[in-house]
């Protein structure tokens, strides 16, 4: 397991959609290693593979009641509205005010290759939303709203 560099907001693959995991093998599963050690070094919850300099689809969150890994999620339910603030491992020194679902559901794959369906709300259901934004080149300040 490896602390990776995080990629920040200048940089292009940010901006770039990442592609579909066709196969789980020891590179996929390492990077999820190497993933999990950044995010917690960086004291973050949550971390896309783009954020790190890889266009795939993988996310990892711990809002404080475990890790959750997902490889090719996707969100399949919403509901409700929160708006809160928000911040980026990948936007330094920046916040500001996002609305996003109260709730979620997604699916995806576990690192063994099983589809799993998770449900999140308020913190969880942000970060979702947040994670899953990065695989397809957006973030947080392009959503970011007045009040």
Not at 40 to 69: S, T
Not at 92 to 101: D, Y
Not at 114 to 138: S, T, V
């Amino acid at each position: 397991m490896a602390i990776r560099n995080i990629r920040t907001d200048e940089d292009p693959i940010l901006r770039k959609k990442s592609r579909p995991i066709e196969k789980i093998d020891d590179r996929i599963t390492q990077l999820i290693d190497d993933m999990i050690d950044t995010m917690y070094g960086a004291n973050g919850v949550g971390l896309a593979a783009p954020q790190v300099g890889v266009l795939k689809r993988i996310i990892v969150i711990d809002v404080g009641d475990g890790i959750i890994e997902l490889i090719n999620p996707e969100i399949i339910e919403t509901s409700g509205s929160q708006i809160d603030d928000e911040g980026c491992l990948s936007v330094p020194n920046t916040t500001g005010n996002v609305e996003r679902p109260n709730y979620v559901k997604v699916r995806g794959l576990n690192r063994e290759g099983k589809e799993i369906y998770l449900e999140g709300e308020e913190l969880l259901a942000r970060a979702f939303c947040h994670e899953i934004d990065h695989l397809n080149g957006i973030l947080f300040i392009d959503k970011i709203i007045e009040e």
